[in-house]
């Protein structure tokens, strides 16, 4: 295979004019000759048994051109491109076979290419990003949770419910003095003051006691999901058989030892600071790469080709179909289910799409204006990382990444690490001094 020219023919599209050697058509010519022959009747002859000069003879001798062509274009194309260093866009391809026979094969291919883009700035972008601080009620309000975690129900007798306690009843409810499905229940457990059941329901077990009897007035919501039900008057027959209260355990240094890795107190609140301080710094360092991105996108110049983006939304759709498989679900029953056409389904992603296209091309761009190119040492740290992320042999996981991919890869986030070291910090306004 030969690439004899490779010229723009409009903006993003590239015409390859692609020759492939006799010797090596007709290799494909052979092969398709021996693909088809034993599907061939051929007079005098046993089936499949013809010889192909025969068969030549008979049917012409480009009997087995379509064949030939339709098997060796994709990988003389593949490397035409490859030779062309434009990189291809998968989209539609223009192709248009100029001459074949016992010469060889030529043949034209129309292909959409990556853009040329411009990053006008991205050395001294303005964004700041934000100093984090732990504050001492952000530590008391995981303290807290892992209290409500660790806590337990104890059963009280000497008071009347009240709310935020867990009552265990017996309900029956009537509506026109008739019984009806699903008011009826035993020995059910529920939080007071947690809304549960029908508003008004709740305020009425409080004051009650463990043993009491007692009819609840309330009236269904006009917009309650049981039609034959809604906004009509009830009456629930109850029966209060417990009351409990939440007892939360003592904040010492045995909780920290019950409850988590830690011996005493003060070094499970300095772990849990650390966790907050590590959640802000992250959520912090994501928010200065967003502005940064945000500064990039209006500094790209170019004309992008649609078929990225529609490439990037098919991406997208690919991944949340995995994700729904992961459930035990799929994209068809998920689209019945929310009552969308894929057409909308995919207009969700396509917002998202054009900004991760604009990311990736900004950055390639600054990557290839600044020469940045991974290392070996580079590429072998990010292949040991994944092997260590999916528990793998590093061998294996370079079977499933290329390692042109991935230095693709490294190369961008290496960029952006550039973009953030050359941001500036905007400075604050000050005030003026009076003069005396």
């Known amino acids: 295979m030969s690439l004899k020219t490779a010229n723009k023919v409009e903006t993003n599209r590239v015409e390859l004019e692609i020759e492939v050697g006799a010797a090596e058509f007709e290799k494909a010519v052979s092969a398709a000759y021996k693909k088809n022959i034993g599907k061939m009747n051929i007079p005098g002859f046993r089936k499949g048994k013809a010889p192909r000069a025969y068969v030549e003879k008979i049917f012409g001798t480009g009997v087995f051109y379509e064949d030939a062509v339709n098997a060796i274009y994709p990988s003389a194309l593949d490397e035409a491109i490859r030779e062309s260093g434009y990189e291809y866009v998968e989209d539609k391809i223009d192709f248009d076979v100029t001459s074949v026979g016992a010469e060889g094969l030529c043949f034209k291919a129309v292909i959409t290419v990556k853009p040329e883009v411009e990053v006008t700035e991205y050395k001294g972008l303005k964004a700041a990003k934000k100093a984090v601080s732990v504050k001492e009620d952000e530590i008391k309000v995981e303290l807290a949770k892992m209290r409500d975690r660790n806590s337990r129900l104890v059963t009280v007798e000497d008071r009347a419910a009240a709310m935020d306690d867990t009552v265990v009843f017996d309900f029956d409810g009537y509506v026109d003095d008739k019984a009806f499905d699903g008011g009826k229940a035993?020995?059910?457990?529920?939080?007071?003051?947690?809304?549960?059941?029908?508003p008004g329901f709740e305020e009425q077990i409080v004051g009650k006691n463990s043993g009491e009897e007692f009819d609840v007035n309330v009236t269904f919501p006009e917009d309650y999901h049981a039609t034959e039900l809604a906004g009509k008057p009830a009456v629930f027959k109850c029966k209060l058989h417990e009351i409990k209260v939440k007892e939360l355990p003592e904040l010492n240094d045995d909780f920290a030892k019950d409850c988590s890795e830690f011996d005493t107190l003060d070094e499970l609140k300095a772990d849990i600071k650390a966790k907050i301080k590590q959640q802000k710094d992250r959520a912090?360092?994501?928010?200065?790469?967003?502005?940064?991105?945000n500064q990039l996108i209006e500094n790209l110049k170019g004309e992008i080709p649609e078929a990225m983006y529609e490439n990037r939304v098919t991406e997208s759709v690919r991944e949340f179909e995995y994700r729904m498989q992961a459930q035990g679900l799929n994209l068809e029953t998920y689209l019945k289910y929310t009552g969308m056409g894929e057409e909308e389904f995919r207009k969700g992603f396509r917002e998202q799409a054009e900004r991760s296209v604009k990311v990736r091309l900004a950055l390639e761009k600054i990557a290839a204006v600044e020469n940045i190119v991974p290392t070996e040492e580079d590429l072998e740290a990010e292949f040991a990382k994944y092997a260590e992320q999916y528990q793998m042999e590093v061998e294996k996981i370079k079977s499933f990444i290329p390692k042109e991919e991935l230095s693709k890869d490294l190369a961008v986030s290496k960029a952006m690490d550039l973009v953030k070291a050359n941001a500036v910090k905007p400075q604050k306004a000050t005030k003026a001094k009076k003069e005396d």
Do not use: K, M, P
């Not at 912090?284 to 991105?293: N, R, S, W």
């Open 284 to 293: 912090a360092e994501e928010a200065f790469e967003t502005e940064l991105l």
């Open 186 to 198: 035993e020995n059910y457990s529920l939080v007071l003051g947690s809304h549960q059941f029908i």
